[in-house]
Each structure stands twice: as structure tokens, then as C-alpha cells.
């Protein structure tokens, strides 16, 4: 299987260490962690989060707001595990995005940053990667699904901080019977001395590839790293947080035995291992984009969300049974909304790309739980109270991890800060 990746691959079949690069931890504050479920393609709020049964049937759809375990929150008839666990997270029912454009809308949501064609912001995970000292023989930050659109920049990627703060990236389907992670499988049986002749060789490409690649700062970042390359490449503790066979059956049916429910597993897995933050990508088809409903959306919509659903609430309980629930910040989003009023395509009415509104939830990670942040209007338009930029909720991330948004880095000869604008949100604090 080749399903992996970390940047560059030595030609020894080793990982490079780029995703190892990053400096000193913040001191003396509880360390916070993230998953962070993408709902890529941009899930309809009309749908899940922000009905409105009073709207024409155009507007409203066929599912029905329910009743949840916090008084006066209501969600749709096909969240019901979510509802009875509702105190575990925080709703966010006036988003807004920079733009309704596939490819674009995943950067933005996962930096906060105007894109820049020349310099892209990095992604949050990436940041944190720098800001903060990784302990574990893990990969401080994993990406379960390739996001990325042909088109444009690798959504939550490094940007102008460089390829050292790439995500760990998994592009296999952790529910397949033979799901396995070839950079732990290598260095089964490899013994002490054929991984000191490894470490002398790649140290010996190391050397050629500085002296050939002066102008490059990579060449002496992975220089750097090497040897933490190398320990997690042999890492036990690494090897055993990707093997989901060590979990109950019982749990994984409760999580759901496909993509995204063993995705939120193994999610779990890697943050109890040391990883710092975790995207899955929440639910694939036929293409990257399978919340993208411009047709037939509840035909779709029927499938996916009992998968949302369970995959979500048993990620949330399993996290709160375990006490992890207080240090993990789980987060679920797509880049945008959906229009409130329904098309009418042949092959069944659907909903098209909105930037203007849409709704994600933040739970755990010592944020406020149980609440229910700004309103849309009776359409699900627009925002009539407290609106939130993409921005905002980047710039709310950064503050429960403890990151600098302010911390400065020269790219191209150019000053680039972290995070030039957004405001926390300070209701969830």
C-alpha cells in the first residue's frame, strides 16, 4: 500500500523529517489537541444544524428540527445520537466565508488567512507544529484523506512555513481489512546495525544534498531532523497508534465500520499517542467534494448523515469516558453553506454553494459546551446576530491551542504574519 506520505522520500523508503521541524512548547499552560472533521464540499446547514420549519418547502426541505439533551436546541431528525450528547459542543449558526469556491474555501477555513497566490498561509495544524515542541515519537500533525484540489494549495498545509510542517498524510481507507502504514511496516525485523548503515547514508544524502542545495533552508532542516526521522520510522509507540486492530469490536461498530467512523478512531488513537492535531476528511465517494449537493441532496444526505452522526457522537462519548474529552477540541465544518432555496435539477432538487451563512461546531478542548453562538435569518441567508469570519473561529482555534497569531515570519523577503486579522469568540471561553 502507498498511501502515505511526509513530504519527500528518501530513496532509502525512510520518511523525511520534515514534519518534525518545530520549536519550543508553550510552558506551563494544559496542552490542547484537535480533531477536526472536514465536511468537504460544504455540508448544507439547512439540513443538519439550522432548520427552518416555518420556511417554504423550497426553503425548509424534508427533514424535521428534534429536540435535544439541552433545552430549546434543536437539530434535524437525522442527528439522533448528537442530540442526546448536544452538551458535548458548541454550535456556530452565523458563519461566514471569504468565498463559495471549491479548493479556495478549503484553505481558507483551515488558516483563516485571505489566500495569497504567492505565499499561502500555512494551516492551523501547521502552525501549531511550529509554535509548539512535539514530545511524542508521533507526528505532531496528520491529515487522514487527500483534500487537495487539483487547482489549488493542499488545504491546512504548510504554506510559506515550508514543507517541514506538512501534515503526516494518509490517503488509505482506515477501514479496509488491510489498512496499514508502510512506514512502520519497513522497519519490521530491521536490525541495529542495518539501521546505523541507514542513518550513515542518509546522513552521506544529507551531505550532498546541502552542498548542492546551499540556497535552500530544507536542505538544512532535514539535516536537522534526521535522526527523529529515523526514531520514528522504528518508533513502537508510533506503529501501535496507527493499528486499529488493538481496539474492542465492540467500539469500532460503535464508531461505524466504515471510512469516516475508523477514520474518528484511529483520530482518537493518534491524539491518546501524542499526535497534536488530526483533519479527516468526513466522508468520500465518488470525488474529494461529497458534501457538494448541487443534486439529489437528501438522496445523499439520507447516507451520509447516520454516518455523521454516529461517527461523531461516538467520537465525542468515547473521548469524554476516556477524560480526553476536556483536552481534545473537536470541530466540525465545511468550508461553506448551501443556498437556502432548493434548485430544481432533473436528477432531484439540491443546494449550491453559499458563502454568506452556514453553521460548524467546536466541542471539548476546554471551550464553553452546550451553546448556541449567533442566528441566521428566517431563510438561513444571511446572519442576524453575531456574524463569525472564517477568520474569527481561526483566530478562536489559535487561542485554545495557546498559538501566537501574532508571531512573524519572513517568506520571499516578505514579513508574513500568522494570523493578520480575526477576533476570538469569546462566548465559547
Known amino acids: ?14 520518511s523525511l523529517p520534515e514534519v518534525l521541524a518545530n520549536e519550543k512548547a508553550s510552558g506551563g499552560r494544559k496542552q490542547i ?18 432548520l427552518k420549519p416555518d420556511a417554504p418547502s423550497e426553503i425548509r426541505g424534508k427533514y424535521n428540527p428534534a429536540r435535544t439533551n439541552i433545552p430549546g436546541l434543536h437539530l434535524s431528525d437525522q442527528l439522533p445520537k448528537l442530540g442526546k450528547c448536544a452538551d458535548k459542543f458548541s454550535l456556530i449558526r452565523s458563519m461566514q466565508s471569504f468565498c463559495s469556491k471549491h479548493g479556495e474555501g478549503d484553505v481558507d477555513i483551515m488558516c483563516g488567512s485571505p489566500r495569497d497566490k504567492n505565499l499561502q498561509a500555512p494551516g492551523i495544524g501547521a502552525v501549531l507544529s511550529r509554535q509548539q515542541k512535539q514530545q511524542a515519537p508521533v507526528p505532531p500533525f496528520v491529515h487522514l484523506g487527500d483534500m487537495k484540489h487539483p487547482a489549488h494549495s493542499a488545504p491546512g498545509y504548510g504554506g510559506y512555513l515550508g514543507r517541514t510542517h506538512d501534515p503526516f498524510l494518509i490517503k488509505d481507507d482506515p477501514n479496509a481489512a ?14 541495529v546495525s542495518r539501521l546505523s548503515g541507514r542513518a550513515h547514508l542518509l546522513k552521506s544524502l544529507d551531505r550532498f544534498q546541502a552542498n548542492a542545495e546551499q540556497q535552500l533552508g530544507f536542505a538544512q532542516e532535514h539535516n536537522a531532523f534526521t535522526e527523529q526521522a529515523l526514531s ?15 481496539e474492542p469490536a465492540a467500539l469500532r461498530d460503535t464508531y461505524g465500520r466504515n471510512n469516516v467512523g475508523q477514520g474518528m478512531l484511529l483520530a482518537r488513537r493518534l491524539v491518546e499517542a501524542g499526535v497534536r492535531f488530526v483533519t479527516i476528511q468526513g466522508y468520500k465517494d465518488t470525488g474529494i467534494y461529497a458534501w457538494d449537493h448541487h443534486w439529489g441532496i437528501f438522496q445523499h444526505l439520507d447516507q451520509q448523515l447516520p454516518i455523521y452522526d454516529t461517527a461523531y457522537s461516538a467520537l465525542l462519548n468515547d473521548l469524554d469516558d476516556r477524560g480526553m474529552l476536556d483536552t481534545t477540541l473537536v470541530i466540525t465544518a465545511g468550508e461553506f453553506g448551501r443556498t437556502p432555496k432548493l434548485n430544481q435539477d432533473k436528477r432531484g432538487p439540491g443546494r449550491d454553494h453559499w458563502a454568506s451563512c452556514f453553521s460548524l461546531t467546536m466541542g471539548g478542548g476546554g471551550i464553553q459546551t452546550g451553546r448556541v453562538i449567533g442566528a441566521s435569518d428566517k431563510h438561513g441567508a444571511v446572519p442576524v446576530d453575531r456574524p463569525v469570519s472564517i477568520a474569527d473561529f481561526a483566530a478562536t482555534v489559535y487561542h485554545v491551542l495557546g498559538l501566537d497569531p501574532t ?20 462566548e465559547l471561553l
Open 1 to 14: 500500500m502507498g498511501g502515505l506520505s511526509l513530504g519527500a522520500i528518501s530513496p532509502l523508503g525512510l
Open 33 to 50: 489537541n484537535v480533531i477536526f472533521m472536514f465536511l468537504q464540499g460544504g455540508a448544507s446547514h439547512l439540513d443538519m444544524y439550522d
Open 407 to 426: 508571531a512573524e515570519f519572513v517568506a520571499q523577503g516578505r514579513q508574513m504574519r500568522m494570523l493578520p486579522e480575526g477576533s476570538v469568540v469569546r
Open 232 to 246: 520514528l520510522a522504528t518508533s513502537t509507540k508510533a506503529k501501535r497508534a496507527f493499528d486499529l486492530s488493538n
Open 178 to 191: 488491510n489498512f496499514s502504514v508502510p512506514t512502520f511496516d519497513a522497519a519490521e525485523g530491521v536490525d
